[in-house]
C-alpha cells in the first residue's frame, strides 16, 4: 500500500523553482514597461500633431483648432512625452531585473518612479478630459458652445490620444502593483 501511495506522489508536478517566478515576474514587468511606452508616446504624438482647419465663407477666413491652443492638451504632451522617456529610461533597469532578480534596490527605485509616473499621467490625462468634455458638450451655463460639430477630426484624434493615455495609466498601475508583489515576495523569501 505504500508504495502505491508513492507511486501517486511521484507522479504530481513539481512547483517551479523560486528564481523562475522571480524571472517571469520580471519579464512581464519588462513587457508592461514596452506597452506603456508606446501608449504615452502615442497618446503625445496623436496630440501633438492634432489640427483642423475650418473655412469659413471664403479661403480668407478660417477657423483653426491646433493642440497648442489649449494648455490643457500642451500639458497632455508634455506629460506623456515625459512619461514615455522615463519609461524608455527604466528599460535597462528591467532588464537588469530580469538578468538578477534577486536585486532589491532597483524595484525600490523603479516603484518610487513609477508611483510619481501614474500621478503624471493621470494629471495629464484627467485635464485634457476636461476640455474635451466642453469641447464635446459645452456649457451652456457660461455660453460655451460645442465645437466638435465643426471640428470632427480634431476632437475624433483628441479622443484617441486619450484613450491611448488612459491605457498607459492602467499599465502604470499594473507596474506599481507587479513591482510591489514583487517585493513583497522577495521580502518574504529572506
Keep these: 500500500m505504500k508504495a ?6 511521484a507522479k504530481l508536478p513539481l512547483p517551479p523553482p523560486v528564481g523562475r517566478k522571480r524571472r517571469g515576474l520580471a519579464i512581464l514587468d519588462f513587457l508592461l514597461r514596452l506597452l506603456a511606452i508606446g501608449a504615452t508616446l502615442s497618446a503625445a504624438i496623436a496630440m501633438g500633431t492634432n489640427n483642423e482647419t475650418l473655412k469659413f465663407f ?3 477666413f478660417q477657423f483653426n483648432a491646433r493642440f497648442y491652443n489649449l494648455s490643457a492638451f500642451i500639458y497632455f504632451v508634455i506629460a506623456n512625452a515625459t512619461v514615455g522617456l522615463y519609461l524608455l529610461l ?3 533597469f528591467s ?3 530580469i538578468v538578477r532578480p534577486r536585486a532589491a534596490a532597483f524595484r525600490v527605485l523603479l516603484i518610487f518612479f513609477d508611483t510619481v509616473m501614474v500621478a503624471v499621467c493621470t494629471s495629464g490625462a484627467a485635464a485634457a478630459t476636461a476640455i474635451m468634455y466642453v469641447a464635446r458638450r459645452g456649457n451652456t451655463k457660461t455660453n460655451w458652445f460645442s465645437i466638435c460639430q465643426q471640428f470632427n477630426s480634431f476632437c475624433d484624434q483628441a479622443t484617441g ?3 491611448a493615455s488612459f491605457a498607459a495609466v492602467v499599465l502604470l498601475i499594473l507596474l506599481v502593483l507587479l513591482s510591489a508583489s514583487t517585493l513583497h515576495r522577495q521580502r518574504a523569501d529572506f
Design 161 to 163: 490620444a486619450l484613450g
Design 95 to 97: 532588464i537588469f531585473d
Design 4 to 9: 502505491e501511495s508513492g507511486s501517486a506522489d
Design 58 to 60: 471664403t479661403q480668407f
Design 90 to 92: 527604466s528599460l535597462p
